[in-house]
């Protein structure tokens, strides 16, 4: 039987649908053009895989999980084309990056989901912890911390293979205001 990684436990221990991160309707629309065309090569961010936790669906509006316990993960090969300095990932892609997967956190939620709410980014926080260096592979954990009528207010955490947090992230998102039928 083949050892598995701890790296990779987060994933394969919780019950989880993967997600779509790169969009597919790339044609008509530049809705994720950045992740779509710019970060998704083989020198930026060849492979991906991004998971969310099926009970994550339908939360309420005060789900608080723990660090070990994240509503969305992702798993990112990160390329030295994403270097800002000599082997070391660019911190505003890294800050792009966490906020692309913090946004599917919430958007994976099935009141996000099933609707036709919008949600944007209306803060966002990054700590840098130590480099993130290219080539490598890192884990992003996500977790949606509380919601408050329209607020949403997300937490995240970039792992290296060792466990070691580089970064990490909070944000604030504000859901459109829903127009009134007359």
């Not at 597919?24 to 994720?32: D, G, P, W």
């Not at 958007?107 to 996000?112: G, H, L």
Request: hydrophobic share 40%.
């Amino acid at each position: 039987m083949a050892k598995r990684h701890p790296f990779f436990e987060p994933g394969l221990e919780i019950p989880s649908k993967d997600i779509d991160f790169f969009s597919s309707q790339l044609e008509r629309s530049t809705s994720n053009s950045f992740f779509n065309k710019v970060l998704n090569t083989d020198g930026t961010i060849p492979h991906l895989l991004a998971m969310v936790r099926k009970e994550t669906l339908n939360l309420p509006n005060n789900a608080i999980k723990s660090d070990f316990d994240p509503h969305f993960i992702v798993f990112v090969h990160l390329m030295p084309d994403l270097c800002g300095f000599q082997d070391t990932v660019h911190g505003g892609v890294l800050a792009a990056l966490l906020d692309e997967a913090l946004g599917l956190c919430a958007e994976s939620n099935e009141t996000v989901s099933n609707s036709q709410v919008r949600l944007c980014t209306a803060g966002l926080e990054i700590s840098y912890r130590s480099p993130v260096f290219a080539p490598s592979v890192a884990l992003i954990k996500t977790w949606i911390r509380r919601r408050e009528g329209r607020k949403w207010f997300l937490e995240a955490k970039l792992l290296n293979q060792d466990g070691k947090v580089q970064v990490e992230a909070r944000t604030l998102y504000v859901s459109a205001r829903v127009e009134s039928a007359l």
